[in-house]
């Protein structure tokens, strides 16, 4: 009658709720499962909040990037000036390049740039800047720096005075309405030799892409006034090339290099920002490994824990065996006991890795408060705050770890307590 019982059966489940709730009195184990529930429940919050902080991380960097860069910038391969040795890598004729690379297939938008480092001072401050000349039409469709949450000013005034970023705004202390002096080493050409060019502009708009390094160097001014500015008449310094699906930017190269002509050469976004991301990547691993660990040593305490109720319900087990019970139903019955702690404390962690990654603002602005302040450098990492983001494959990884490695330990004590000899468990009763 036993041998036709059929598995998992209502008498098997009773019997494991029963051990699972034992107090210590009673020869259960109730302290040893709550360990091992609360191990397993802060292993997998602390895997899923390191996974979704890390593609937080990822995808914010990458979007800064490709919200406020080109996805692909194309200049000339360089022609040498026989009178003063230097390689020329303007584009003469950007006009007709930016014409031809519009109508490659996936291509969203191509822009003319003019770009050179100077100094800027205001108030008795300075800084090294980055001045990129651009035509008010195309900044207007960069998505960072045209459309940033903490942007001010008017954007449709580029053309009387120059856009910065908010650090660049801190660092010289200015604002909407305040004149900046640029000063550029390569400037008016004299019968004497080459004097600074030193000229001053209106802050018509502040920026914020969201990244320190943009924010803290970078200038857009009107493109005519920048060729001016930079002796770079009736020339541009390189295209900017905007794609529809910057993710595959690298199958497009081939077409890109043959619209852009035999002097043509391309910088794409992957490979200005590839050694971060394989640097990313290979963190990723490493972390997810060195959690992976962490969850197994969580998933060990149940093995600790249902090893002592197997010792403590030698006579118990005994008594079932001489009932009829098979070895099976043994085997189950603490297989029951163990893979419902895991099944609980991964829910448990589920839901509060889900939590944290949710209300991750709230949380790090607590702690950040707690800290007083500087707990987050955004000149050391890049963005302005901790991001996470949620993804079903991140949790359904985090999950099927837990409840894995939950389960697999769990069947060595359990076939232990199923292989006991009954006579032995009774003997010395």
Same mark, same amino acid.
């Given at each position: 009658m036993a041998g036709s019982t059929a598995p998992f059966a209502r008498f098997e489940w009773m019997i494991a709720w029963r051990y699972l709730r034992a107090r210590r009195a009673e020869g259960g184990v109730s302290v040893m499962t709550w360990i091992s529930l609360i191990g397993i429940t802060l292993a997998v919050f602390a895997l899923i909040a390191t996974l979704a902080v890390r593609s937080g991380f990822r995808a914010e960097f990458v979007d800064t990037i490709l919200g406020a860069n080109a996805h692909v910038t194309v200049y000339n391969i360089g022609v040498v000036d026989p009178v003063t040795g230097k390689i020329d890598r303007t584009l003469p004729e950007y006009a007709q390049m &930016?014409? #031809? !690379? #519009?109508h490659v297939s996936g291509v969203t938008r191509v822009a003319p740039l003019v770009k050179g480092q100077v100094? &800027? @001072? =205001? =108030? *008795?401050r300075n800084a090294g800047i980055e001045v990129f000349g651009i035509a008010l039409e195309d900044m207007k469709t960069i998505p960072r720096i045209a459309g940033g949450e903490d942007s001010y000013g008017d954007i449709d005034r580029l053309n009387e005075g120059i856009a910065i970023g908010s650090g660049v705004a801190r660092e010289l202390g200015v604002s909407i309405g305040d004149r900046i002096k +640029? %000063? @550029?080493?390569n400037g008016v050409k004299t019968a004497f030799g080459t004097s600074p060019r030193v000229k001053a502009y209106e802050v018509v708009y502040v920026f914020s892409a969201g990244r320190y390094d943009i924010d803290r160097t970078r200038i857009y001014m009107p493109f005519t006034e920048a060729q001016l500015y930079f002796n #770079?008449?009736?020339v541009a310094d390189e295209l900017e090339v905007m794609v529809t699906e910057p993710e595959h930017v690298d199958d497009m190269t !081939? &077409?890109?290099?043959q619209a852009g002509g035999d002097q043509a050469q391309l910088w794409t976004w992957r490979d200005a920002s590839g050694g971060f991301l394989r640097a990313l990547d290979i963190e990723d691993n490493v972390m997810f490994v060195i959690l992976s660990i962490l969850v197994l040593i969580a998933a060990m305490n149940i093995v600790s824990g249902l090893i002592m109720l197997v010792k403590?319900?030698? #006579?118990?087990?005994g008594i079932l065996r001489t009932m009829g019970l098979t070895e099976g139903s043994v085997l189950r019955v603490f297989f029951i006991c163990g893979a419902f702690t895991g099944l609980i404390g991964t829910i448990a962690?589920?839901? +509060?890795?889900c939590l944290f990654a949710i209300y991750i603002d709230p949380i790090f602005s607590f702690v950040n408060y707690v800290a007083g302040g500087g707990v987050w450098d955004p000149s050391v990492r890049g963005i302005y705050n901790l991001p996470a983001k949620l993804q079903f494959g991140d949790v359904a990884s985090a999950? &099927? !770890? @837990? !409840? *894995?490695?939950? +389960? %697999?330990v769990t069947i060595f004590p359990a076939r232990r307590a199923a292989r006991m000899n009954p006579v032995e468990a009774l003997r010395y009763e």
């Open positions: &930016a014409e #031809r !690379l #519009r100094m &800027a @001072s =205001a =108030a *008795g +640029l %000063i @550029s080493p #770079r008449e009736g !081939l &077409a890109l290099l403590n319900k030698g #006579r118990d087990i962690g589920v839901v +509060l890795g999950v &099927a !770890l @837990s !409840l *894995g490695l939950s +389960l %697999i």
